[in-house]
């Protein structure tokens, strides 16, 4: 039998309501699907923007079907007190693979992204911590440069002694 969704404002209810909202309300969100996709980043912004933070967003093209896809990372930034020290990635993606609904794959992941986030905000640490939603990590993307996570690695926005870790962790 399927448990009821816990409700009110805890932890195990605020990580259901992002999983229902991506996987249960958007479903397949990909680049094959930009106005899903797009719902599914807008929802991940304004869930930083509820916690405290000012997303970023890294727009980059991407071949579609149809010509050129906008796909977009979402960053939220936690500054560390040593601006020189590294970075903790924290990321999950957040697109799909086509014809599924993404809740494991990752919805789990991106809520777990978030509530992370929320808790972290206002926090001190010599540390920036920098929680990422990534785009395009799915096929076709799996095995070209045009995935999401390069982007975040790439040596202007990643320090070299970095760490990440992100969901899934495959
Ligand atoms: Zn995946």
Do not use: C
């Not at 899903?36 to 933070?53: C, E, M, N």
Request: glycine fraction near 10%; proline fraction near 9%.
């Amino acid at each position: 039998m399927i448990k009821p969704l816990p409700s009110g404002s805890g932890t195990n209810a605020t990580l259901a309501r992002h999983v229902l909202r991506l996987a249960g309300e958007i479903g397949d969100r990909n680049y094959l699907l930009a106005e899903a996709q797009k719902s599914a980043a807008s929802y991940i912004s304004d869930q930083f923007r509820l916690s405290g933070y000012e997303p970023i967003e890294q727009a980059y093209p991407v071949p579609g079907p149809k010509g050129q896809v906008q796909l977009r990372n979402i960053l939220a930034k936690r500054p560390g007190s040593q601006p020189q020290s590294p970075i903790l990635v924290v990321g999950a993606h957040y697109d799909t693979k086509s014809g599924t609904p993404g809740a494991d794959d990752n919805a789990s992941g991106i809520a777990g992204l978030l509530e992370l986030a929320r808790r972290f905000h206002g926090t001190t640490g010599s540390i920036e911590l920098r929680f990422v939603a990534f785009d395009s990590e799915e096929p076709l993307f799996f095995f070209t440069k045009n995935k999401g996570i390069p982007r975040i690695t790439s040596p202007t926005t990643y320090r070299p002694s970095s760490t990440m870790l992100r969901w899934p962790m495959s």
